[in-house]
């Protein structure tokens, strides 16, 4: 029974979390555009809104992209670089400044969000659902640094990329490996999963609307038309 229950948890369940997590980004956008949006209300509390949406979107960014690099970078490639216990030891210190950040900014948004009347009016229940699971997932990641320190040889951290890296790959998963490991593993890995589940029905979508072209646009030509004489 247990065997079968790590099985559904770490073998099924991210499947179906990672397939709804995309069509449900693309049945939504398709059908409800007029809903895909971050719903902003910036004119409250614009101080605390500015302090927590920048450190969190800074911390979260980061997070990101530590985890994408980190995780799914085959083991051949950045052993070239660096060791497995060097990596391990950038991860827990990269993490712990970013994770930091993202959580002081989280927490002063959650407040700002719960504490106004104004801003929790304007706020739906999956909103303030997603905002608190997300300050779990920051708990539980800040929390792993702490086993992770425990085990400075990186050997969960191998289990954990492999995982990963055939789970992306539609390889074979061994789901007794992560059964192996401790809780604050397993539990960051569920509610991980979770939130891409959620993704398509809350207002997170709006990340995929993120302006990251608008960097790399061409010049804008302008060109001054004179006036014309009028006889």
């Known amino acids: 029974m247990t065997e079968y229950l790590y099985h559904l948890a770490f073998g099924i369940f991210p499947y179906v979390s990672l397939s709804v997590f995309l069509i449900g980004s693309l049945v939504r956008f398709d059908r409800e555009q007029y809903s895909w949006r971050s719903g902003s209300s910036q004119m409250l509390r614009a101080k605390q809104l500015r302090w927590g949406s920048n450190l969190f979107h800074v911390g979260i960014l980061l997070l990101m992209a530590g985890h994408v690099v980190g995780l799914l970078t085959p083991h051949e490639i950045y052993t070239l670089f660096v060791t497995v216990e060097q990596k391990q030891l950038l991860a827990m ?17 959650i407040h700002r969000r719960l504490t106004d009347p104004r801003i929790r009016a304007t706020s739906s229940k999956m909103d303030i659902a997603i905002v608190l699971l997300i300050w779990a997932q920051l708990v539980l990641g800040l929390i792993s640094i702490y086993y992770s320190a425990q085990h400075a040889d990186g050997g969960v951290m191998l289990i954990l990329a492999e995982y990963c890296q055939r789970l992306i790959t539609l390889r074979g998963i061994d789901a007794e490996a992560i059964a192996g490991l401790s809780w604050v593993y397993q539990a960051h890995l569920i509610l991980g999963f979770t939130l891409f589940l959620l993704f398509p029905f809350s207002r997170l979508v709006h990340i995929w609307s993120a302006p990251i072209f608008y960097v790399f646009r061409p010049y804008q030509v302008v060109r001054r038309r004179s006036a014309k004489k009028v006889s």
Request: proline fraction near 0%.
């Open 93 to 109: 210190v990269a993490g712990g400044i970013f994770g930091t950040f993202c959580f002081i900014g989280l927490t002063l948004l």
